[in-house]
């Protein structure tokens, strides 16, 4: 799928750039290191999106006929017996994985996925959620998958398209690449105006 401007993935994951192949899309990829801290105090709810505008503002002084598209994944766990809203990030090492897939299972979860648009014209931000329903995992079924997968850059320790969510995840409400890192039906609503029509 042609744009009539240059699309830039500024992502490393590969799970992204998956998605963005699979629609259809030409584009390259260029990642700046971006720090990804925020504040403590903000709300869960709006993390990714914050994330995924730092990552883009990093293009804003060389920008030109480019369109940037930037995004951020969380997964987000009510704490035990407690409303709060706990974020899971990237796990240090096995043991933190393990520590994560332990709190993730038998519970449902929400995966929040932020995007970022730019343009030298505009700039377009929004998040899209889903509920993720795990089943009881064994400690076999997480040792397995953490020895096989490796999964340290992955947030909550797992990716839905690996054997985890094969055989861990019986139920999604909500967009299923929403979970594997890009919600494309909502990218592609943005992209749409730019797509050359043959």
Known sequence: MKLSKQLVLASNSPRRREIMHNAGYEFTVKVIPTDESFSEEMPVEEVPVFLARKKAECFRENLQDEIILCADTVVVINETNNTKSKILNK?????????????????????????CIMTAKETIGFADTSYVHFKELSDWEIDYYIERCKPFDKAGAYGVQDFIGMIGIPKIEGSFYTVMGLPIHRVYEVLEKYVVRN
């Open 91 to 115: 796990p240090a090492d096995a043991t933190e994985a393990t520590e994560m897939l332990k709190l993730l299972s038998g519970r449902v979860h929400r995966v929040i996925t932020g995007v």
